[in-house]
């Protein structure tokens, strides 16, 4: 295919660009300048209309602070694409962002998707029209748990095995692989959001108190944990007595907390084993020495690793900046093409312009 100076042009203006589009934040990652946006998967709408009137940091901040014809919601529900449109408007609304850095106007990018790796050919339909239709020049999608690993530096592409366990707002991926390819593989809909509902759950069954999203992810971050604290922690938690109907208030501790994620925590750990079971024993060896890396915000729970240590048999580690490693990941698939193209799944794919 012949391509015009135009073309070239384009492709050496335009910007290259990563995305970890998640459940709960949206990374996106730009060629040569690293992670320009971090920002919640959130967005406010009209309700009559449904055209957005916040995105992102803002749109989370009116969580259940809006008028009656204003709601706030997530586009994005188990990491996949539940609201088309506003999923669109929240793409070209953090693509034009990345673009304000640009030395150019306006140029169409190149972009790479993170998507959970058990999604149907209609998600990954849904993920990559959204994307056209928010600007992009070209779209390419790569599996999260294969981003991961590129963005935590695990030399996947060499004999020997790696394994990724990405936990983030709505699924949790893991992944064993070797040789550029995977040999295990796991995607389960129970992460981030599955322990704030839990612990909504647990106050409400326990202290007949209603909370809400914010302050159960705000008790998670602070008290939440999977291996008993060195020092044991305590916060008040505010909401509605469901007895009275009033305010009220009460004090937790990490320990109960601890308790309220458990049955989820479980869930993510089995499905562990489960991968591991399907590994080959020379692969195991491998992971005796490498160790299993975690990535993903889940992954900040406290003392995950250490259960995972102890549970596995097997050293357990958390990434650089685990936050970043989709889109990191998703950059770094894109920066070179030609050496991680056949990570890239799912839908034809337009040609890349030449460098």
């Not at 015009?4 to 990652?29: C, E, K, M, Q, R």
């Not at 959130?42 to 901040?61: D, F, M, N, Y």
């Not at 586009?75 to 030395?103: C, N, W």
């Not at 109907?245 to 501790?253: K, N, T």
Request: glycine share 10%.
């Amino acid at each position: 295919m012949a391509f015009s100076p135009f073309d070239w042009l384009l492709g050496y203006f335009s910007l290259d660009i990563g995305i970890d589009l998640g459940t709960a934040n949206t990374l996106v990652h730009v060629k040569g300048k690293g992670i320009v946006i971090q920002e919640p998967s959130w967005v406010a709408i009209h309700k009559r209309t449904r055209e957005p009137i916040a995105i992102g940091s803002a749109a989370k901040e009116m969580i259940g602070r809006t008028p009656a014809d204003i709601i706030t919601l997530r586009p994005l529900r188990d990491g996949v694409i539940s609201e088309f449109e506003i999923t669109q408007a929240m793409l070209e609304y953090f693509i034009a962002k990345a673009h304000q850095q640009s030395i150019v106007p306006v140029p169409r990018p190149r972009v790479v998707i993170g998507i959970p790796a058990g999604v149907t050919e209609v998600e990954k339909r849904a993920v990559y029209d959204a994307s056209m239709a928010a600007g992009a020049r070209s779209t390419y999608l790569i599996e999260e748990p294969v981003a991961a690993a590129l963005g935590a530096g695990l030399p996947i592409d060499k004999v020997g095995g790696n394994m990724i366990v990405d936990i983030g707002g709505g699924t949790s991926e893991v992944a064993i692989m070797t040789m550029g390819g995977v040999v295990s593989s796991r995607s389960l809909r129970v992460a981030g959001d599955e322990l704030d509902e839990d612990i909504i759950q647990y106050i409400r069954n326990k202290y007949n108190i209603l909370i809400g999203q914010r302050l159960a992810e705000e008790a998670k971050i602070t008290l939440g944990s999977a291996f008993p604290l060195s020092e044991e922690k305590t916060m008040t938690l505010r909401g509605r007595n469901l007895v009275t109907g009033l305010p009220d208030s009460i004090e937790i501790s990490s320990i109960e907390l601890r308790d309220a994620i458990s049955n989820s925590v479980q869930t993510i750990i089995d499905t562990i084993r489960d991968a591991l079971d399907e590994t080959p024993p020379e692969i195991l060896a491998d992971l005796m020495d490498n160790g299993v890396c975690l990535a993903g915000g889940g992954s900040l729970l406290q003392g995950l690793d250490k259960r995972l240590t102890e549970e596995l048999q097997i050293n357990t580690w958390l990434a650089e900046d685990p936050i970043s490693c989709v889109a990191r990941g998703a950059g770094v698939a894109l920066e070179e093409m030609d050496k991680w193209n056949g990570l890239f799944v799912g839908l034809e794919r337009k040609s890349a312009p030449r460098e």
